[in-house]
């Protein structure tokens, strides 16, 4: 009798949700594993193919200062799932992390709002799912065979979200695979910090060969959501986690580190051939989705909808005038007994870059010293092997443009860093230490600490009792060549 009575109320509210459903947004989120600005055609770089990001970026919007909330897998995808700044995770602001059980993930979020989700490859991690999120993937159920099997299985009516990731472009590399496949490693446009020569050249040409099989996995799920019919009510997000997997870039601080491309199309709700010059940080997409599906975003979460930016047509006047980016522990690079990282902040705008760095008696991107590390056999272990980390320490004596590129590369730095970027757009030039600049580096630096404090920043808000280094690690690292168990020098490390 109670079932009869209620029946009429259970169907109303089943097709109230349907119809919501109906109206919402699907959501295809793509992650590139060590993917960095600014290697993209839509960016003008003149070798590397990406044709499906240059049509997402051509038919909705191009982001030109988009930044990762730390250079490291885990703690960017954290921050990404989470909506918030890494620092605020706990043990999720470092490599091998985790996720704290009372976080929220939009994944989750959207689940519980009637959304199928599901993700492919890399998504989380590396690290160890515990708790509810061990018994619920924090970016849905994982499809091993991908998103045509995702789509198979969606329930009728069901808006979804997924979670395309990859390996590419993460080391290892198959050596020369770039210049065989066609690139001219003449035509490559190296950072500046990295010595000319053919290895180096050889080396970014095999990133870009990977770069561009990530590009035609995207491809593939547009001709998908294209035979479907469902391109246009869905939100394209597509991205990488950080700089690419090269000396100075990845686990740095610096645009070749925390800057990736970003762009993203819906339909008609986003404009095509919006190009955003304000900053934009990663965070930013969790609430991006909720909003577009029209839930509540939580308070907890730090990033900012975008959908202002780009749907309602206030542009930059709607993003940040500038970004802050961090870095705690990527691996335990330093000396035994010392398993701690490398703690530093930075905020930049559009004429400045100002980085703290916390402890500089420790190797910015580890030891030298592989005998001696933490780590058995770890050797400048935050930077992943490869020819051009090879190439650079082999030949930093050769002359003063080689040691040049080692200092910038690998050795110890002070604790302010300041680049004026009207002067030095590549940011090499250190002005932190010259009195004409001494103004614009005491406002940053008050400013900095100030928005960390403000984003709940333990370094700022617990002080020294709070030890983002005493959480377990539980990866491996680069080693040296005559270390035990290593991989040949040219090789590269394991993809993980």
């Known amino acids: 009798m109670i079932f009869r009575l209620l029946l009429p109320t259970i169907v109303a509210t089943f097709l109230s949700i349907s119809a919501s459903a109906e109206g919402r947004p699907n959501i295809l989120f793509c992650i590139a594993d060590d993917w960095g600005w600014p290697h993209a055609g839509a960016y003008g770089d003149p070798v590397v193919k990406t044709p499906t990001f240059d049509r997402i970026a051509a038919e909705g919007a191009l982001f030109l200062h988009a930044h990762v909330s730390s250079p490291s897998c885990t703690p960017c995808r954290n921050s990404i799932m989470t909506g918030q700044w890494h620092w605020r995770l706990g043990a999720g602001a470092s490599l091998y ?167 993203m199309r819906w339909g008609a709700k986003v404009k095509a051939g919006q190009v955003i010059n304000g900053f934009v940080s990663l965070t930013d997409l969790a609430p991006t989705f909720l909003e577009a599906a029209g839930l509540e975003v939580p308070a907890a979460m730090t990033g900012q909808s975008l959908l202002p930016a780009v749907a309602e047509g206030k542009g930059d006047a709607a993003l940040r005038p500038f970004i802050l980016t961090g870095k705690e522990r990527h691996v335990p690079s330093q000396e035994a007994p010392d398993m701690g990282g490398y703690p530093s902040r930075a905020i930049r705008n559009h004429d400045f870059l100002y980085i703290r760095n916390y402890v500089t008696d420790r190797w910015p991107n580890g030891t030298p010293n592989w005998e001696k590390a933490a780590i058995p056999g770890a050797w400048y272990a935050d930077t992943d092997n490869g020819p051009t980390k090879s190439y650079i320490i082999e030949n930093k004596d050769k002359d003063d443009a080689h040691r040049q590129a080692y200092e910038w590369c690998f050795a110890k730095r002070p604790a302010d860093e300041l680049y004026d970027l009207r002067k030095d757009p590549d940011q090499l030039n250190n002005v932190a230490g010259d009195k004409a600049y001494a103004e614009h580096l005491k406002a940053l630096s008050d400013q900095l600490t100030t928005e960390l404090i403000a984003a709940g920043d333990p370094r700022h808000v617990d002080g020294e009792s709070f030890d983002f280094d005493a959480h377990p690690y539980g990866g491996g690292a680069p080693k040296h060549p005559q270390a035990g168990g290593a991989k040949k020098k040219n090789k590269g490390t394991k993809k993980k």
């Not at 045509?148 to 969606?154: I, N, T, Y």
């Not at 009516?157 to 210049?179: I, T």
């Not at 990845?250 to 800057?259: A, F, R, T």
């Open 97 to 263: 992390g985790t996720l704290r059980q009372e976080l929220e993930v939009y994944a989750h979020l959207l689940g519980d709002a009637g959304y199928h989700t599901g993700s492919w490859r890399k998504s989380f991690g590396p690290g160890k799912l515990e708790g509810k999120f061990a018994e619920r993937h924090p970016a849905g159920k994982v499809y091993p065979k991908g998103f045509a099997d995702f789509l198979e299985a969606r329930p009728d009516g069901a808006p979804f979200c997924f979670w395309l990731g990859a390996s590419d472009p993460h080391r290892g590399y198959k050596l020369h695979s770039g210049e065989k496949s066609g690139i001219d490693l003449s035509k490559i446009k190296l950072f500046p910090f990295f010595p000319d020569s053919k290895e180096v050249r050889g080396d970014v040409a095999d990133y870009y060969f990977e770069v561009q099989r990530f590009d035609s996995d995207v491809a593939k799920a547009l001709a998908l959501l294209e035979a479907n019919g469902e391109l246009d009510n869905t939100i394209i997000v597509m991205t990488g986690d950080h700089g690419m997997p090269f000396p100075r870039c990845k686990s740095n601080l610096y645009d070749s580190g925390s800057q990736v491309p970003l762009a």
